[in-house]
């Protein structure tokens, strides 16, 4: 059997987009072969293709997506609770339990993480520590498209806890891509009186007054510091996340809370940036900073366990279905229309 995948590779700065076939992967013990139904496209992703990543995690030229749920065609010897026909989606880290950071509990900063990428296929071989770890089945009245947003979603719950809000917070967020979009829900869902969000198109920010923002504001016509003191009685935000990842919305998002607040850093700068703290604000202001990697497994049940109630719906934040062979223009769209947030590719 063949498979359609995605190749990214960086070559002196050129994105490089491949769609090539391969064999259909082989699975050993422990690990399931799944037939991918729905992957959805992510910040992350873009990343890589525009600047690379963190070796420690991907080394491109590679297949590459990690948002993905599909049907389970094949097990391995020794696999426990899974069958053909399973409607499952995982996580696409797999911590060793062992290390110093998992023995502490912060098992995504796990010294010996395993990584899955290659979601952007039909099929994809799961590691038999995902299996173990890090795998959530799909009940039948959730789709597919669903279920791939887990992944980010655990992500968010992840720096939701971090941020710690609680019911009567004013709340600010840098950004209103798909990351800023599901922090605005759960920020709702965790009891946050007001939430207000910024970004620099007007398109992304209407879809945030229909998912339910208290104030937007746009970045290009108005300083987002300042709207932000308006809006509190010059006080600033109780919680402020940064949901972009550029050093100069980091330095905004501490001028942005109020006195005592605290500040999550959640969207990843590119390697080997840096970013100014001021000491005066952070000293006699006795500001919170705090940022968010990635998640654990029980964020991932999580995610998936609040998708499946309906507590938080996702679905609406895919705006495009796609197939597998148009993944370069999916990544064209992404990089340049100013109303798409999340793409659903189907192979």
Not at 22 to 39: M, Q, R
Request: with cysteine; charged share 25%.
């Amino acid at each position: 059997m063949i498979e359609e995948i995605m190749q990214a590779a960086m070559l002196y700065g050129v994105k490089d987009l491949r769609v090539e076939e391969v064999k259909k992967p082989k699975i050993g013990s422990g690990e399931v072969l799944v037939k991918i139904k729905a992957a959805t496209t992510c910040g992350t992703d873009l990343k890589i293709l525009q600047r690379g990543y963190l070796d420690r995690i991907i080394r491109v030229p590679t297949v590459f997506g990690h948002e993905w749920a599909g049907e389970v065609v094949d097990v391995g010897e020794g696999v426990v609770g899974l069958e053909k026909g399973n409607r499952i989606r995982a996580g696409n880290s797999a911590p060793c339990l062992r290390c110093e950071m998992c023995r502490r509990g912060k098992y995504n900063l796990c010294e010996d993480m395993l990584w899955l990428w290659g979601a952007y296929a039909e099929y994809i071989r799961v590691p038999a520590r995902t299996v173990r770890v890090n795998v959530q089945q799909i009940p039948q009245h959730v789709s597919y498209e669903e279920a791939a947003i887990a992944e980010p979603l655990a992500c968010v719950l992840h720096g939701a806890d971090r941020a710690g809000i609680r019911l009567g917070d004013t709340v600010a967020i840098i950004g209103a891509g798909p990351i800023g979009l599901l922090h605005l829900i759960t920020a709702k869902k965790l009891g946050a009186a007001r939430v207000i969000i910024s970004d620099l198109v007007e398109e992304r920010l209407a879809f945030a007054r229909k998912l339910g923002a208290d104030g937007t504001i746009h970045a290009k016509h108005e300083d987002n510091v300042e709207a932000v003191k308006r809006m509190t009685n010059g006080y600033g935000a109780d919680v402020v996340v940064e949901a972009i990842g550029l050093p100069v919305t980091w330095e905004q998002a501490l001028r942005m809370v109020r006195k005592g607040g605290m500040v999550l850093e959640f969207g990843g700068c590119p390697p080997g940036t840096t970013f100014a703290l001021s000491t005066e604000l952070i000293h006699y202001g006795e500001i919170t900073v705090r940022a968010a990697f990635h998640a654990t497994p029980s964020y991932f049940r999580k995610a998936m366990g609040l998708i499946a109630s309906g507590t938080l719906n996702v679905k609406q934040i895919i705006t495009r279905r796609m197939p597998l062979k148009e993944i370069s223009k999916a990544f064209d769209i992404l990089e340049n229309s100013k109303s798409d947030l999340k793409i659903a590719i189907i192979p």
